[in-house]
């Protein structure tokens, strides 16, 4: 026996699938970078619509000059964790920043948005009476700061309330803590989350609410605050988790939340005090960026513009769709043998989306997985329309 045997039966069908198509899905080297929305990949110019670059910021001016800024005064890593010397005035400044965007008190930065969520819940929750409660769907880093928090795990149906109103009623007594875990928009198939009627239920019934607004961030809401904010109840999200790795161009992650005891996950936060600090160009580029979204909401606009065009053109050219109307969207294959052709079939026509497989999606679902950009130009949707029109018939044939 070897440790490596469990592998075996998933890279036989992965090299299967691979070798039939020449080309692998899950390692495509972008050899050059054009823009936000344009990339060269082995010499050929393709559309970039798999990126999560929901507001397109990542060539932003400001955020690129304050980058380069950040690395010519403070260097290019901080070589320290946040607990010890990795805690620079840039740091404390998009704490700040944040949590005045937002309307909350206290904020704690993370180097990456998994980190965010795998640190907040497996220091707030704790064996032997703390009770996690968490949609089915949840991202990975949810699922893994569950286990690492060892608390006592339940799912309930996804983006169902009155299945988290069912599994919080039927809580033993001894139960001492509660914490929910939701998101705003989900990352796979991009259906959203009725944030206040979680909201409710959860407080009804005691107990406390963890909103990942990762891929929601800059996104919904008047302000670009989140669909919390979409839905009336930001103020009423106990812990508001997010990343730096989508709408504000940079890496990074974040909790917010108006507990003052936020602040003791600065010394039982593993995740928070044995990795090291996000970089100062990180930290000046989502700062830059965090500005922009304050200032600018045509980005916005934008990306709602662009989201509309899309899901009307593939509802139209007749794909099953997984959500209403969103930036993500995410186009249903019969299996993961078509979707893996169908991706190849994209690619050979100039656009980039992400394949999505089990077990990486829900309900065992292949996915064509697209991510609309403020950023994409006319030409490029024009683009993007062609190729899915190609592949509809091609599929029909």
């Known amino acids: 026996m070897s440790l490596f045997d469990k592998f075996k039966s998933t890279a036989e069908q992965y ?15 972008m050899d050059e970078i054009k823009g936000p929305t344009r990339a060269i990949v082995k ?34 890593g901080t070589t320290g964790s946040r607990f010890a010397n990795g805690t620079y005035a840039a740091h404390r400044k998009l704490e700040n920043d944040l949590a005045e965007f937002a309307g909350y008190k206290y904020c704690i930065v993370f180097s990456t948005g998994y980190q965010a969520n795998l640190g907040a819940i497996s220091a707030l929750a704790q064996p032997p ?8 769907d949840c991202h990975a880093c949810i699922y893994d700061g569950c286990q690492l928090s060892g608390a006592q795990t339940v799912r309930f149906r996804h983006n169902d309330p009155e299945s ?13 803590g509660k914490l929910v ?57 106990d812990f508001y988790t997010g990343t730096f790795s989508k709408s504000l161009a940079s890496i990074g992650g974040f909790v917010m939340s108006n507990h003052p005891e936020l602040e003791y996950l600065r010394f039982s936060s593993r995740p928070y005090m044995f990795t090291a600090s996000p970089s100062p160009a990180n930290i000046a580029a989502a700062n830059a960026a965090l500005k922009k979204i304050a200032e600018d909401a045509s980005m916005r606009t934008s990306l709602w513009e662009n989201a ?15 959500a209403e109307t969103s930036p993500v969207i995410a186009v249903k294959m019969a299996n993961r043998e078509q979707a893996f052709m169908a991706w190849n079939f ?8 992400n394949l999505a497989i089990p077990p990486g999606t829900p309900n065992a679902t292949s996915i064509l997985r697209l991510s609309v950009s ?15 029109t190609a592949l509809s018939e091609a599929l029909a044939s």
């Open 15 to 29: 090299n299967a699938l691979v070798a039939a198509t020449e080309r692998d899905p899950f390692g495509v080297s």
């Open 43 to 76: 010499g050929k110019e393709i559309v970039l619509a798999g990126t999560n670059n929901y507001l397109g910021m990542t060539f932003n001016k400001d955020a690129v000059d304050a980058a380069k800024i950040a690395i010519d005064e403070a260097g290019t």
């Open 129 to 136: 009476n703390d009770v996690i409660l968490i949609d089915a």
């Open 164 to 176: 988290l109103d069912k599994r919080l009623s039927r809580l033993d007594e001894n139960v001492s």
């Open 181 to 237: 875990c939701i998101e705003g928009m989900y990352s796979m198939f991009g259906d959203v989350a009725p944030v206040g009627e979680f909201v409710e239920v959860a407080h009804r019934h005691g107990a406390q609410l963890l909103l990942d607004e990762a891929h929601s961030f800059g996104v919904f809401g008047d302000g670009g605050r989140g669909v919390c904010e979409r839905d009336g109840v930001l103020a009423d999200v």
């Open 308 to 322: 509309n065009r899309i899901h009307a053109a593939f509802t139209q050219l007749g794909f099953e769709l997984c």
């Open 346 to 353: 994209l690619m050979d026509h100039g656009v980039y989306v």
């Open 374 to 388: 403020a950023a994409h130009t006319n030409e490029d949707l024009d683009a993007v329309v062609g190729a899915y």
